[in-house]
């Protein structure tokens, strides 16, 4: 049974730091790239950030505030977020996606696993 479960959701003001962990289990980690995604109320799930062999990508509104990474057995993705904004607060959620999808990291619809997902909230 396929399980991604995110950690470290809460609740910052302006300025501040979290950092989220997300747990998976239950297939194979070196086939499948993983992502972070956010959903804001009344917005479309975006695409955050995504660890894939050999790179990271981020998108532009967290560049050089977030930083995406790995645990050495494949099963455990971070997000280190500083600097935290009132517009970064959104349900964070992670996402495992096959290898070759990864091209594609910023569609959605190419992940198959997802975590239920974590509120952040940062308070200005």
């Known amino acids: 049974q396929v399980q991604l479960v995110e950690y470290g959701g809460g609740s910052v003001q302006a300025g501040g730091s979290l950092r989220l962990s997300c747990v998976a289990s239950?297939?194979?980690?070196?086939?499948?790239?993983m992502g972070w995604f956010r959903q804001a109320p009344g917005k479309e799930r975006e695409a955050v950030a995504i660890d894939t062999p050999g790179i990271r990508q981020y998108v532009d509104s967290v560049k050089g505030r977030f930083t995406i990474s790995k645990d050495n057995a494949g099963n455990t993705l971070y997000l280190q977020m500083n600097s935290l904004k009132p517009e970064d607060t959104a349900v964070y959620y992670c996402?495992?996606?096959?290898?070759?999808?990864?091209?594609?990291?910023?569609?959605?619809?190419?992940?198959?696993?997802w975590g239920q997902g974590t509120q952040v909230t940062v308070s200005s």
């Open positions: 239950g297939y194979t980690y070196s086939a499948y790239c």
């Open positions: 996402a495992a996606a096959r290898m070759w999808n990864c091209g594609s990291w910023s569609n959605t619809r190419m992940y198959v696993y």
